[in-house]
């Protein structure tokens, strides 16, 4: 676990390109990390070596980078860490013994996996941000519970399954009873707020879960084209969703089109499809090997913001400018290790609810980062969702390393068990 | 359930590799694509965290283009200067955010950004950029003396038209003058003022030298007197006889003067007759070569292409024929072109100066047409030479034995002939007049090609001056051509 070290002194490295002031900011963040190692060699001892300095790895470039393109929001996101690191602690403190009896409360995080959900929809607190109605507020704090459901609801459906997985493979109605009434609000909930990314991957890891516990390929090809029929019908009624796939097929327009958002004819690139095209030219400009890191071009000559949230859903467009083909891919490449790192832990854990949960999150983790840079890529249609670790956003680093937290505690118990 | 963990794993790893895919083809196989995107600011931008290279003329000192720095949302960025303003606009060009580039400015972009092909420049230009300094290009050394240039911008101050001096023996370009002109500094912010101007022409923005249109008027008795000769078909003794005029489609076409009582020699030689510009003359020649003969020297010369240059091609024109702004080519030039008018610089040609520069310096280079150049080097940042100007010979379009002898008759011209106004004491200066009628009463455009001293030319010069009222090319061009050529050779 040496590796956290090097990984924070890269951090360190990283943060005196931008600044040499800012080295008393890259020491406090590697005490953290390293109270943050402390605290798992204390309470998971046999955890996966790596997924902890993978995170911290991921936490360190997104920090990097915020506070190259707006360093106030780096000073938000940094206090945004530290509360992530400390809910990862209590996390680990709270269940180091046996994580397995969150299974006995799995209709509470169904429900409340629902109650977060529809949190944002109530009136005073709820907040609409960039056409989705995500947040909730208390003042300046701001907050997307969608973030934090979708921990519940993979426990959820981890817990059901487990218990279920026998029966449901026989497909008998009653048992998928209380799934499809939790799988239909949820969906309800994220069509009224129209968060479609979230509605993908709540869908995404629904499926792969579903997999995993019944092994039959035809849930999943059924529920491939019940997503499509749904698509499509969404697609025919919400023209929100047909403006994403307009954008999505034809970001580019050679003549002036009708543009909902001056009401004046444009050419589309200057309208509705500004952020991904610009993302784009963003991505495209890093070439082989990239600006360097600082060194990339984010603003206008005339100083304002190239690309519109380029913090948040957009950093994947900055990272690829500034460090070009071979470091985007070594940043794909290390989303991929942690990937293959819960995989691993779920194919070492030794019940159906630890595996389950382990492939949830981690299925999960690698989907949310394909729907976003997917969208970026125009692999998909665009839809907003933060980037795990790295996009600026404190519900997003809370909600991951509250995931993070997750898969450590599956892993010490498999590796336990395995060295027995 | 393992094997369905797996699986699910390999699912979740195929959909990052995708990513790394798409990020692929937007960094390699579409970057060229996206990078010409007219919408695309980030190129733009970038071209701004460059220094570009400094143009001098051809003295090294005299700073034409250079930068200043600004910081911008801290971001170092250059913007360009140009200290001489509106005297090489028109080679230099522009390169502005807003209305991107023009000139030499454009066309030597990659040179001027160190993006150019040369070994060392890619090398240096990468280390620049791994060292995260700032990229510098390189410095363009013009051949255009500053002195003489500012001397003919300032002969054309209230004028319309241009001044072109090249150096016959290399091609070198050593003047390349237009009134009127523009402001490079003004084009970024201020456009509007940068390209209003009191003169009657208009057009600031156009470089006259390379893109302007003229009649040539009796300027192209040059090279009708070269395919007179060259073919063998005339010497500069052979006799002719004027009346006054010559007969054409039945209808007399008459010499210049007088309508009433045209200039008339009667008996006269191919010598005198080009010493004095006689129409009539070259009407016959016309008739007797035929115009596809005379068109066919044109073409040696250069007409109907698009003269060299190291400025933006479209930034030049080619001479020739024009029917409704097109270049004419014709197919059956005996039929469809009037051969008497053609001889003596009418029908419907239209020439640049750089064209007619380029026939006076062949015939002052004996012949042998030099490809006109501007640029004298190319220098890294580091004081290191990577181009300089190697002479091309562009072609030779009439022998050495017809050089010779129109020189001998453009010595004459200026002597006791049209262009006297030009005759510069102690020096012998060889030229030729033209004036040629715009359609409206009494104005007219007005030209000289020449150069000089004839026995060893050192500068070939074509002066267009627009609209001058009852102007003729002996009377307002040939004094232009005199002052520069004075300046240079004395």
């Not at chain 1, 949190?119 to 609409?128: E, S």
């Not at chain 1, 299925?363 to 729907?371: N, P």
Request: glycine letters at 10%; aromatic letters at 10%.
């Amino acid at each position: 676990m040496l590796t956290a070290v090097g990984f924070a002194s890269v951090y360190i490295a990283r943060q005196d390109v931008i600044s040499t002031a800012s080295l008393t900011y890259a020491g406090f963040f590697f005490l953290l990390y390293l109270a943050a190692h402390l605290v798992a060699r204390y309470t998971v001892p046999f955890a996966d070596p790596y997924l902890l300095p993978i995170a911290g790895l991921l936490a360190a470039i997104g920090l990097t980078e915020i506070y190259r393109l707006q360093p106030d929001d780096a000073f938000k996101q940094g206090v945004w860490i530290v509360v992530a690191v400390a809910l990862f602690a209590l996390t680990l403190f709270l269940l180091r013994y046996d994580y397995r009896r969150l299974e006995s409360y799995k209709y509470i995080f169904g429900l409340t996996a629902i109650a977060l959900l529809l949190l944002p929809i109530l009136p005073l607190i709820g907040l609409t941000v960039n056409g989705a109605r995500l947040w909730v507020h208390f003042g300046a704090l701001r907050f997307q519970p969608g973030e934090l459901a979708k921990i519940a609801l993979i426990i959820f459906l981890a817990g059901y399954m487990r218990e279920k997985r026998e029966v449901l493979a026989q497909g008998r109605l009653k048992d998928w009873g209380p799934l499809l009434v939790i799988w239909v609000l949820a969906m309800l909930v994220l069509l009224e707020t129209r968060d479609l990314g979230g509605g993908l991957l709540y869908f995404g890891i629904f499926l792969a879960m579903l997999y995993v516990a019944t092994s039959r390929l035809a849930y999943v090809a059924a529920g491939l084209g019940l997503f499509l029929v749904g698509a499509v019908g969404v697609w025919k009624v919400t023209p929100h969703v047909q403006e994403r796939v307009t954008i999505w097929l034809h970001p580019w327009t050679g003549s002036k089109v009708y543009c909902p958002l001056s009401g004046q004819p444009e050419l589309r690139q200057n309208c509705q499809s500004f952020q991904l095209v610009k993302s784009l030219y963003s991505i495209g400009h890093g070439g082989y090997a990239g600006t360097g890191l600082g060194k990339g071009t984010v603003n206008t000559i005339d100083g304002h913001p190239l690309i519109p949230g380029a913090t948040t859903d957009f950093i994947y467009s900055v990272l690829s400018q500034e460090l070009g083909l071979v470091g985007a891919a070594a940043l794909v490449l290390v989303y991929m290790i942690f990937v293959l790192r819960g995989m691993r832990t779920a194919l070492l854990a030794q019940d159906g609810f630890s595996k389950l949960l382990a492939a949830g999150l981690t299925f999960g983790f690698a989907l949310q980062t394909f729907i976003i840079v997917g969208g970026i890529l125009r692999l998909i249609p665009l839809t907003g969702i933060t980037l795990p670790f790295v996009s600026y956003g404190g519900s997003s680093v809370v909600a991951n390393f509250v995931l993070l937290a997750g898969l450590l505690l599956v892993s010490n118990r498999a590796n336990r068990e395995a060295l027995r | 359930m393992n094997k369905q963990v797996s699986q699910v794993g390999v699912a979740a790893l195929v959909l990052l590799a995708a990513l790394i895919v798409g990020t692929t083809y937007w960094q390699t196989w579409a970057n060229a694509g996206l990078a010409d995107r007219q919408d695309n600011e980030i190129r733009l931008v970038a071209q701004f965290t460059i220094k570009r290279g400094k143009i001098y003329a051809a003295d090294g000192r005299t700073l034409l283009a250079t930068n200043v720095k600004k910081k911008v949302a801290g971001q170092t960025l250059y913007f360009r200067r140009y200290p001489t303003g509106p005297l090489f606009a028109d080679v230099v060009g522009y390169s502005t955010q807003s209305r991107n580039r023009s000139g030499l400015e454009q066309s030597y972009n990659d040179f001027l950004t160190g993006s150019n092909a040369n070994l060392d420049t890619v090398v240096r230009s990468t280390l620049d950029k791994l060292r995260g300094s700032t990229v510098t290009g390189n410095d363009l050394v013009l051949t255009i003396q500053p002195g003489l240039q500012a001397l003919s911008r300032r002969l054309l101050q209230g004028k319309c038209g241009a001044v072109v001096a090249l150096e016959p023996s290399t091609g070198r370009v050593l003047a390349m003058a237009t009134n009127p002109t523009y402001n490079p500094n003004l084009i970024e912010r201020h456009f509007a003022q940068a390209t209003r101007t009191t003169a009657p022409c208009g057009a600031p923005l156009l470089n006259r030298a390379t893109a302007g249109k003229y009649q040539p008027g009796s300027t192209f008795k040059m090279v009708t007197a070269s395919a007179a000769l060259d073919t063998g078909r005339f010497t500069p003794e052979s006799p002719f006889y004027d009346p006054g005029y010559c007969i054409e489609y039945g209808k007399r076409v008459r010499n210049a003067g007088n309508p009433e009582a045209p200039e008339t020699f009667f008996n006269l030689n191919l010598t005198t007759a080009f010493e004095h510009s006689v129409n009539s003359v070259f009407c016959n020649i016309g008739k007797t070569l035929g115009a596809g003969t005379v068109l066919s020297y044109a073409d040696r010369y250069g007409f109907y292409s698009v003269p060299p240059l190291e400025t933006p091609e479209n930034e030049r024109v080619a001479s020739g024929l024009y029917d409704h702004g097109r270049l004419f080519r014709p197919k059956h030039p005996d039929t469809q072109v009037d051969p008497g008018r053609l001889a003596f610089g009418q029908e419907r040609l239209q020439v640049t100066p750089l064209q007619m520069a380029m026939v006076a310096a062949t015939i002052a280079n004996h012949g042998v047409e030099m490809r006109p150049q501007l640029i004298e080097r190319i220098v890294s940042p580091g004081g290191h030479t990577i181009t300089h100007l190697q002479p091309d010979r562009l072609a030779q379009p009439i022998k050495r034995q017809t050089a010779d002898e129109l020189t001998r008759m453009m010595e004459l011209a200026v002597e006791g002939g049209t262009g006297t106004e030009a005759r510069i004491t102690g020096i012998r200066v060889a030229g030729k007049t033209g004036t040629a009628e715009t359609g409206r009463a009494n104005i007219n455009t007005t030209w000289f090609a020449a150069f000089a001293p004839a026995d060893d030319p050192k500068i070939a010069i074509a002066v267009v001056v627009e609209n001058q009222v009852n102007g003729f090319g002996g009377s307002v061009a040939a004094p232009i051509a005199r002052q520069v050529m004075e300046a240079l050779l004395r």
